[in-house]
């Protein structure tokens, strides 16, 4: 059984800073590579960030230098720091569990809204 819940989406003005955490069931963020991906209204989903088990990191183009992603295996909860946002950053974000040989499990995702 995998679940994850994401938190920490709001309303903030561009320049600002958020952080989204998303909690996992079953001590899973450390034996998992965990990423997040957004999706704007009318766009397609794309990928953000990840982290492996083995705590490589990679960042898409368009966050790099402004986001974080990072992990805390005790409180199973995977975090994004946002900072310098964008209107351009606005969509609903989602957490993304991923295993060898299974399927990804995805969170319900939360919003993130950055006004001018």
């Known amino acids: 059984q995998v679940q994850l819940v994401e938190s920490g989406g709001g309303l903030v003005q561009a320049g600002g800073s958020l952080r989204l955490s998303c909690a996992a069931s079953?001590?899973?963020?450390?034996?998992?590579?965990m990423r997040w991906y957004r999706q704007a209204p009318g766009k397609q989903r794309e990928w953000v960030a990840g982290?492996?088990?083995?705590?490589?990191?990679n960042y898409a183009d368009s966050v790099k230098g402004r986001f974080t992603i990072s992990r805390d295996n005790a409180k199973n909860t995977v975090y994004l720091q946002m900072n310098s946002l964008k209107p351009e950053d606005t969509a609903v974000y989602y957490c993304?569990?991923?295993?060898?040989?299974?399927?990804?499990?995805w969170g319900r995702g939360t919003q993130v809204t950055v006004s001018s």
């Open positions: 982290i492996t088990r083995g705590d490589d990191i």
């Open positions: 079953g001590s899973i963020v450390g034996s998992s590579t």
């Open positions: 993304r569990a991923d295993f060898p040989f299974r399927s990804g499990y």
